[in-house]
């Protein structure tokens, strides 16, 4: 494979807030140094994991340039500008990308649920409208619709600063198809932890991590050993980590991997409601998986 534009462990990462839930910068500066101290090559900042449906266009904004601080050119940090306003999305990446970012990530408008060309059309106005690279972000999961290869393909061929595609469909013959017929130098990352090992093996570059958090060197460990042809290694760490890769999701993300970072003694504050905060059996069960794949003392 081939050296990816921003690495093979990415990082989405969580948002830390203060007890009354305002933005506690300088922990997120702690927590991107932190990161890259564990393997991350890039910072992917106010994503899903980030909890970007209720920190606000300004917030947003404060949030990368704390972490473009503290990253100070040591890493790539990209920035989560999209939303379901097409206008008000090219509004905001271009306040973005004047702030240094090395990139901007871009989510399938939610909720109004475009049809394929609607899609095409407001992520090229997107990325057009910015000169840094563009990431593409598919979840069905949240969005409701999918954007299909054959939308994807459309965008990395016609827009050049479109450079790559965060999958999280868990389509594995959606994503080979984007794979196979991608532009030379557009990226497929996995957008799920769980399928980083299969979409490797397909020829995807790696991923946009929520488990790095709490196992950064043991995943980056994992992801170098398929990219670098030692399947069984890499094999052995996902399956040894799996158990950690599903405890994450037993509830909404991040609400169990911001309880994990507090297990670890790295405290980044709560949720914002709609979420709410892990439940002591969730903790429990959390603490005991921890324990379990080795990233808490036994």
């Known amino acids: 494979m081939a050296t990816p534009r921003f690495g093979r462990m990415l990082t989405a990462m969580v948002t830390p807030f203060a007890e009354d839930r305002s933005l506690n910068l300088s922990r997120a500066q702690e927590l991107a140094l932190r990161l890259l101290d564990n393997g991350t090559d890039a910072l992917v900042v106010c994503g899903t994991t980030g909890e970007s449906p209720t920190v606000f266009y300004d917030q947003k904004l404060d949030l990368f340039r704390a972490v473009v601080e503290a990253a100070d050119g040591r890493a790539p940090v990209i920035a989560n500008a999209g939303d379901n306003c097409t206008d008000d999305s090219v509004e905001f990446a271009r306040k973005v990308a004047s702030l240094g970012v090395d990139g901007i990530m871009a989510v399938v408008p939610y909720y109004n649920k475009p049809p394929q060309e609607g899609l095409y059309?407001?992520?090229?106005?997107?990325?057009?409208?910015v000169d840094v690279p563009v990431i593409l972000y598919n979840i069905p999961g949240r969005c409701v619709i999918n954007m299909t290869a054959e939308t994807t393909l459309r965008l990395a061929s016609d827009v050049e600063n479109i450079v790559a595609v965060k999958e999280a469909s868990g389509n594995l013959t959606q994503i080979a198809q984007i794979i196979d017929g991608a532009p030379e130098g557009f990226e497929v990352l996995s957008g799920d932890d769980e399928m980083t090992l299969p979409m490797m093996g397909l020829g995807g570059t790696g991923v946009i991590s929520v488990v790095s958090h709490v196992a950064g060197p043991r995943f980056k460990e994992q992801i170098e050993a398929q990219a670098s042809g030692d399947h069984t290694k890499a094999l052995r760490i996902h399956l040894e980590l799996l158990p950690l890769m599903k405890a994450l999701f037993m509830t909404s993300n991040p609400i169990m991997v911001k309880k994990?970072?507090?297990?670890?003694?790295?405290p980044v504050g709560g949720v914002r409601l709609p979420l709410i905060d892990a439940t002591p059996e969730q903790t429990a069960e959390l603490e005991r998986i921890m324990r379990r794949v080795g990233v808490l003392p036994a």
């Open 121 to 129: 059309q407001h992520f090229r106005a997107v990325a057009e409208a």
């Open 260 to 266: 994990g970072l507090e297990l670890q003694g790295f």
